[in-house]
């Protein structure tokens, strides 16, 4: 009687473990991806070039400009955000007033001479505005625009 209780307890601790062990499994490969890589969101700047925009007529002050297109899987407004925060730090020293970045879809085969989508999927603007003469790139903002396609 004793040694059959003892493989009942037996069995029950093995399988009680056995249980938690599946259970921690299940947790451990269950968890979503994308929230421990979001500082890595693949994106390509293509077509960037500078621009002067002469705020008065004398052109003794310019506004300078970057444009471009950004190129990324990215869909959701969080990853956007994590892309034109790393576009702000590139550029954060580069005496620059703002940078303007339309946002594209890689090329998914319809287009044969395009690396990307020509419809815009959104619009990043950082805005980088002085406190002083001599301060820049101080305080930002930045704009994101995400396009409702139908």
Same mark, same amino acid.
Request: glycine content about 2%; proline content about 3%.
């Given at each position: 009687?004793?040694?059959?209780?003892?493989i009942r307890f037996?069995?029950?601790?093995?399988?009680?473990?056995?249980?938690?062990?599946?259970?921690?499994?299940?947790?451990?490969?269950?968890?979503?991806?994308?929230?421990?890589?979001?500082?890595?969101?693949?994106?390509?700047?293509?077509?960037?070039?500078?621009?002067?925009?002469?705020?008065?007529?004398?052109?003794?002050? =310019?506004? !300078?400009?970057?444009?471009?297109? %950004? #190129?990324?899987?990215? /869909?959701?407004? +969080?990853?956007?955000?994590?892309?034109? &925060?790393?576009?702000?730090?590139?550029?954060?020293?580069?005496?620059?007033?703002?940078?303007?970045?339309?946002?594209?879809?890689?090329?998914?085969?319809?287009?044969?001479?395009?690396?990307? =989508?020509? !419809?815009?999927?959104?619009?990043? %603007? #950082?805005?980088?505005? /002085?406190?002083? +003469?001599?301060?820049?790139?101080?305080? &930002?903002?930045?704009?994101?625009?995400?396009?409702?396609?139908?």
């Open positions: 009687m004793k040694v059959l209780s003892s037996w069995l029950i601790l093995m399988s009680c473990i056995t249980l938690c062990f599946a259970l921690f499994l299940i947790g451990e490969y269950n968890r979503p991806r994308a929230e421990s890589n979001d500082d890595t969101i693949p994106y390509q700047v293509l077509y960037i070039n500078e621009n002067h925009i002469p705020l008065t007529q004398t052109r003794q002050k =310019e506004k !300078i400009v970057l444009k471009g297109m %950004v #190129i990324t899987d990215a /869909t959701s407004y +969080k990853q956007l955000e994590t892309i034109a &925060t790393q576009i702000k730090e590139k550029y954060a020293n580069a005496n620059l007033d703002s940078i303007e970045l339309t946002v594209h879809n890689k090329n998914n085969g319809q287009f044969d001479d395009l690396a990307y =989508e020509p !419809i815009a999927k959104g619009n990043i %603007v #950082i805005s980088y505005t /002085t406190l002083t +003469k001599t301060e820049r790139s101080v305080h &930002t903002n930045i704009n994101i625009q995400l396009n409702k396609h139908s």
